[in-house]
């Protein structure tokens, strides 16, 4: 029989065998009798495989009129399921398939010295049907020398991939190595891609360099090109003998084992400046290469390099400058490289620096976008008064990481503090900037002091004057620690739930009310009691809601998944905040993220009756001495004396303050927590300002007293008045 090339141009009888083509052509055989059998193959008991259009190597084929020879049992070749071979490992390390290495399975006595393929056992094989003696050496048999090699004349080592002779295979390995690298999406993968898809196909290692830093898009690089060692690979020393592989024959110690400095400078006009310059892969036994290479390598490692045209040294050119250097590498036992490598290493570099460039693009806008949306959400809640909270962001995939989810925590007066949730449509960054925009304004208005349903009127108009189709919606709460009660108000939101202390679960019944964005319509806020112990649950439609499931059922489940999880402390302790976060984040199911995720977990503490002390004053000038007797009797209620000239001394200069502008009676209150607290109201609107008074004015000193003796103060803006508050350390 005889070997063809996969070209499908048949030579003619007693071609040369080094034909350089790379037709390997076997003599042919006499016709044998009629009935007779193909030999079989060397113990694999498979069909060999035949040259199909994907076919890497030069497969032998029957010739004419041995189709009729044959048996009605014999096989017939069948095309190979991969266009390239498989690595000599029995693998396909990185994707990307040898084009010269045996399949596994098959010994090296029964490789084609062509492609790499097992092909059809020469009829001199020593098998029954071969006439030669049953004990002679032959090709398909396991003791067998190796073939030697086509083109040189040397025997293939055992195991070792053969170089590739053709055309057809270097253009496949390019289109299977390509593929490899382009299925990377960031740096580290498609680095890994070059490498895998190059060794040990088409070298026995290889060096990549990359420049540190990497230039992102149109940036112009400042300082010197700087090159750092980004990834080396080479052919392990032992292979995977259970294939039918013998182990490579590796140098002792391995020369490419100690190629590579880890970091090198290209200084301007040296011989490596000018080969990175060039573009084009060159071999390193050129003038120009062979001096730029201690450079690169350094020069204690330069002497590890193979001789001969057994290094090619090939610049990545990204879209506007190079970004570094690939270094592919043969050991001695294996054949040099030829010109046409040189093409081949050029498209694996093209090919890898677009890849980067892109990846680092890509990393680029990612960085941009996850710093946009972090920013854009709270990056630590607030610690209030009377209620704890814990929350989650998630994206909607890793390659989306914006979208138009938030929540928000506000300190509000009296201790009070707003809930808020809230989801703008899409997952780009301009749902993100929107809802950046929405946020803001929810806070501009809670320190007004509006109420919910004010506060979603106001962010309506605002949704409106940012675009016709603006569209988002949101849950507005506000807590109050003393009255325990919750004010909620929604704007096309789902409702939230409130699990109660002893393990029971509710979903609230809130008016769900118009998207924020529609215009023209009236929210609606409803008063609900907050007991001590039960937890508010905010969350936005990606918990409750996908493909698989509507959002009533999400709800439904998520209150099930709160009750039990309650279940699980008993009646009496409430489970804890974060725990009950993750608790709920794991109902989702793989197909259940479609969108992004915001929840906001608050567990109502409340403040007891019993640390709260309110007066009303009239405004009139003993006020601030019955200020003083008040707070003095509240402190010693409590136990707090070692307090009392500080709170005597502020609270006689906050309300004679309060009393000087106020016309209707001034609100005395002191919450004793963590903290002490105390909040003087009036239905003055202008807030106080620290100044630092002049020597001859008579007042202007009291708010400079309160800013050196309490911990923290401020003055809140409301709707009837302001409240001016401070706090202090208890002992």
Known sequence: MTEHPTSFDRPSTGADPTDPRGALLRTPVPPRASGSALPAQGGTGQSPPAAGEDSPGAFEHSQPGAEQAAGPDTHRPRPTSEGVPAQPDGGQPGGAPSDDTPSAGVTPG?????????????????????????GAPGPGR???????????????????????????????????????????????????????????TFADAILVYLREPLPVG???????????????????????????????????????????????????????????????????????????????LGEERDFALPDGRRAILAPLRGRRRVIGAALFLRGPERIAFEADDLLVAAQLATHSALGIDKAVLYGREAYIADELQRTMLPENLPRCTGVRLASRYLPAAETA??????????????????????????????????????????????????????????????????GTDRMATCLYAVYDPVAHRITVANAGHPPPVLLHLGGHAEVLRVPAGAPIGVGGVDFEAVELDAPAGATLLLYTDGLVESRLRDVWTGIEQLRERLAATAQLTGPDHPPPLEALCDEVLDMLGPGDRDDDIALLAARFDGIAPSDVSYWFLDPEDAAPGKARRLARRALARWGMEDLTDAVELLVSEVVTNAVRYASKPVTLRLLRTDVLRCEVGDDVPQ???????RATDEGGRGLYLVNRLARRWGATRLSTGKVVWFELNRG
């Open 401 to 466: 990481r914006v979208g138009g989810d938030w929540y928000d925590a506000i300190p509000l007066p009296g201790s009070r503090v707003a809930l808020v949730v809230g989801d703008v449509m899409g997952h780009s960054m301009t749902s993100a900037a929107i809802m950046g925009q929405l946020r803001t304004t929810a806070q501009t208005l809670a320190g007004l002091d509006l109420p919910p349903q004010e506060v979603l009127h106001h962010l309506d108009e605002q949704a409106q004057r940012l």
């Open 142 to 200: 396991r003791d067998a020398p190796p073939d030697p090699d086509r083109r040189t004349g040397q025997p293939t080592a055992p195991g070792r991939p053969t170089p590739m002779r053709r055309d057809g295979d270097r253009l496949r390995f390019v289109g299977a190595a390509t593929r490899r690298i382009a299925r990377g999406m960031d740096l580290d993968e498609i680095v890994m891609g070059l490498c895998r898809a190059t060794v040990p």
């Open 218 to 296: 149109d940036e112009r690089p400042t300082g010197p090109l700087v090159l750092r060692l980004r990834r080396t690979d080479r052919i392990p020393a032992e292979r995977d003998t259970e294939g039918g592989f013998t182990p490579a024959p590796q140098p002792e110690p391995s020369e490419l084992e100690t190629v590579g400095a880890e970091l090198c400078e290209v200084r301007p006009g040296s011989a490596l400046a000018e080969v990175l310059r060039g573009v084009r892969p060159v071999f390193t036994d050129t003038p120009a290469a062979r001096a730029a290479l201690p450079e690169l």
């Open 687 to 693: 807030l106080p300002r620290l100044r630092q008074a």
């Open 110 to 134: 029964e490789v084609s010295a062509g492609g790499g393929q097992a092909g059809l056992v020469r009829p001199d094989s020593g098998s029954p049907d071969s006439g030669a003696p049953a």
